[in-house]
């Protein structure tokens, strides 16, 4: 990965910019949400010494009978088929142990009340409310209170279906003297509806179910009537808040008034309503704990919600929850109705809200624009940055590749060494390392040159002391050593001289030219003249037919097969044989030389490529030594080509192989070549 992505992808980390203004964002909401709701608070305490003040006619305090309004009559016929909306709400009045004993649900219309009394009972015993074994049967007595005078009925059934009710009490001020209604039942127990007059509705209502079976007798004394009531739904409407709605509860959660409605536009009125982009973000991204209960939202008889029983226990609560709306959200506030250190009731208030989602929404605009503003900034820097720094890196490294020469001289300078940052120290660096690697190849250059040079005024010297000394008598014994001095000399002249030749021979081949050629046909003619020279050995000739294109000099490659094959003849029987092969492949051409003889020492096949390093033997006298710069020379040409050369005994163990791995020469523009 290049430098410039590494320092963009370090960039990323700027996103922690627009993240901390989101937590920003997040906790001033917060902030806003606490300051609306005291807000709502407040106005719901005001609210409620409101109506405390002006007498508003508060429920009482304890258990009560809750009576469901009706849009059409209900037909009395014991089955409860037109109570199934209601069942859900029917109170149980049973003891704890058994809440399921006794079900009472009562309602009205315009004209009537009904109640529906629901008894679970699996064992019963029947009497009519007029026979004398009632007092052993299963009965229902209700009391109906009004004015302060109180009726009670006897409700009992010896079958199924339709019975009157027995009045007890002298004086039942207004109260009907008979009730009529339907007995049914099942096989859990029985149901009794009736009805009476709305004109003659109760205040308050008693019920004592007894149980004829000794399965636990149920009274209820004196319980009030609550309904909805227009008139303190009107007394709210006066001091609620506007766009609010405002219920007032029961302290069994029954709804008694209601004013106002959670209507977004009538919200949005006084303020821009929000785009449904803003309500998005404000309700999966400002604010997604929205965790109010969302019974509240709808319009039942009976509120059953965690908000309610907190304000019920005299604390007052607060929830959010999400709106009808997308991207709305609803507070709701709930406070404890109290009259004279008594909690009587609860008031919940509810307000959609619009202007969270509008704050918010200008809020992340502007944050989105900051964070990308900055966040274009600091690529758009740290981009230059990086690229200026690449250029720099690339000046570093163009220099320093241009400090070595074609023929291993260290020229030129590193760039950069001026400057007064890391990369002028590192470039400093590199420049002591070069400056120090030069010094140390130009001794390593011309140390065989001044060693030459050196050895020559000695050598002659000796020489000539030599010459000299054969001129007098010496003994026949002395002569000998003479002899062997002399040949010293001689080999210390022919050392000397190749190693001058060395020289040479490397500053030849690292400034040799290059040109395209075909090795097939290069290596083809030098076998062809290799034959009469190393006969009577046989040599065979393996080259492919189509050419073998290659960019180097011609010249060295057959300099370096010459040594191979001369090399292999010295150690080839006459009887033996010498293979030349030519392979290109994948990773370059592959050139060999393989002859019948003798194994390579295992020590020396490491060492037979470096200068000066032979396995043939000493030389006889008047014969020129051999040095063993043959195979360096085939070294120095397998590098000049971007190769390398090899050597290892054959599989069968019947002579030797070498091999050189030739890729070709570095091509030189012509610009280059020119301006050189």
């Not at 079900?103 to 015993?125: G, P």
């Not at 009632?134 to 209700?142: F, K, S, T």
């Not at 005299?314 to 959200?329: E, H």
């Not at 163009?398 to 400057?419: F, M, N, S």
Request: glycine content about 8%; some cysteine; overall charge negative.
């Amino acid at each position: 990965m290049s430098l410039r992505r590494k320092l963009l992808l370090v960039a990323l980390a700027m996103l922690a910019l627009p993240w901390a203004g989101w937590q920003f964002l997040r906790q001033m909401e917060v902030l806003l949400r606490q300051g609306q709701e005291q807000t709502l608070i407040a106005s719901g305490k005001a609210l409620t010494r409101s109506l405390t003040a002006i007498n508003a006619e508060l429920p009482p305090p304890g258990d009560a009978v809750y009576v469901h309004e009706l849009d059409a009559p209900l037909q009395i016929d014991g089955y409860a088929d037109d109570w199934i909306g209601l069942r859900a709400y029917s109170q149980n009045l049973g003891p704890a142990q058994d809440a399921q004993k006794l079900k009472l649900t009562v309602a009205e219309d315009a004209a009537w009340m009904y109640l529906l009394i629901e008894v679970r009972d699996t064992t019963r015993r029947r009497a009519d409310a007029r026979d004398v074994a009632v007092a052993q049967a299963d009965r229902i007595e209700l009391g109906l209170d009004r004015g302060g005078a109180e009726r009670r009925y006897l409700i009992a059934s010896a079958a199924p279906g339709s019975f009157d009710a027995l009045a007890r009490g002298a004086d039942g001020a207004g109260l009907p003297v008979t009730l009529g209604g339907e007995w049914q039942e099942d096989a859990a127990g029985y149901r009794v509806e009736l009805r009476l007059p709305r004109a003659q509705r109760p205040e308050r209502l008693s019920l004592h179910l007894l149980d004829a079976g000794g399965n636990g007798d149920v009274t209820l004394d004196r319980m009030p009537l609550l309904a909805y009531s227009d008139s303190l739904a009107a007394e709210l409407a006066q001091f609620a808040p506007e766009s609010t709605r405002a219920r007032l509860l029961s302290s069994e959660g029954w709804l008694l008034a209601e004013s106002g409605g959670l209507d977004t536009a009538a919200a949005a009125s006084s303020a821009q309503e929000p785009s449904a982009l803003a309500r998005w973000s404000y309700r999966w991204l400002i604010a997604p704990a929205l965790q109010g209960s969302a019974t509240l939202a709808e319009r039942k008889p009976r509120v059953d919600a965690p908000e309610l029983w907190q304000a019920l226990s005299g604390v007052p609560a607060t929830s959010w929850r999400a709106g009808s709306g997308q991207g709305d959200v609803v507070l709701v506030a709930a406070l404890p109705l109290q009259l004279r250190g008594e909690t009587r009731g609860a008031l919940v208030l509810e307000q959609v809200n619009t202007a969270l989602p509008l704050l918010t929404d200008a809020a992340l605009q502007r944050l989105a624009l900051i964070s990308v503003a900055a966040l274009l900034l600091a690529g758009g820097v740290l981009f230059v940055f990086a690229t200026w720094l690449s250029v720099r890196i690339r000046r570093l490294r163009d220099g320093a590749e241009r400090a070595l020469a074609a023929d291993g001289r260290i020229q030129g300078r590193v760039p950069l060494t001026d400057t007064r940052d890391e990369l002028g120290d590192l470039a400093r660096s590199f420049q002591q390392l070069l400056d120090a690697v030069g010094a140390y190849t130009d001794y390593l250059r011309t140390l065989a040159s001044k060693l030459s040079h050196e050895l020559h005024t000695p050598l002659a010297i000796v020489k000539s002391s030599l010459d000299n000394l054969e001129h007098h008598p010496i003994s026949s014994d002395a002569r000998a050593y003479v002899l062997r001095a002399r040949d010293g000399v001689d080999r210390l002249t022919n050392i000397v001289r190749a190693m001058s030749e060395s020289s040479r021979m490397e500053r030849a081949i690292a400034s040799a030219d290059a040109e395209d050629f075909d090795l097939a046909e290069v290596v083809r003619g030098c076998a062809e003249a290799y034959r009469p020279l190393v006969a009577p050995r046989r040599i065979d000739c393996e080259v492919p037919v189509q050419p073998v294109p290659m960019h180097g000099a011609p010249e060295l490659i057959a300099q370096a097969l010459d040594k191979l094959v001369d090399n292999a003849r010295s150690f080839t029987p006459e009887h033996g044989w010498i293979r030349i092969a030519l392979e290109a492949g994948s990773d370059g051409i592959v050139l060999r030389v393989a002859n019948f003889g003798p194994e390579l020492p295992l020590a020396m096949q490491g060492r037979l490529f470096d200068s000066l390093v032979s396995l043939r033997e000493g030389a006889s006298r008047g014969e020129a030594p051999h040095l063993g710069l043959g195979l360096y020379v085939v070294r120095l040409v397998a590098e000049r080509h971007g190769g390398s050369a090899a050597a290892h005994n054959l599989a069968g163990g019947d002579g030797v192989e070498f091999s050189l791995r030739l890729r070709g020469m570095p091509r030189v523009a012509a610009a280059a070549r020119g301006g050189s």
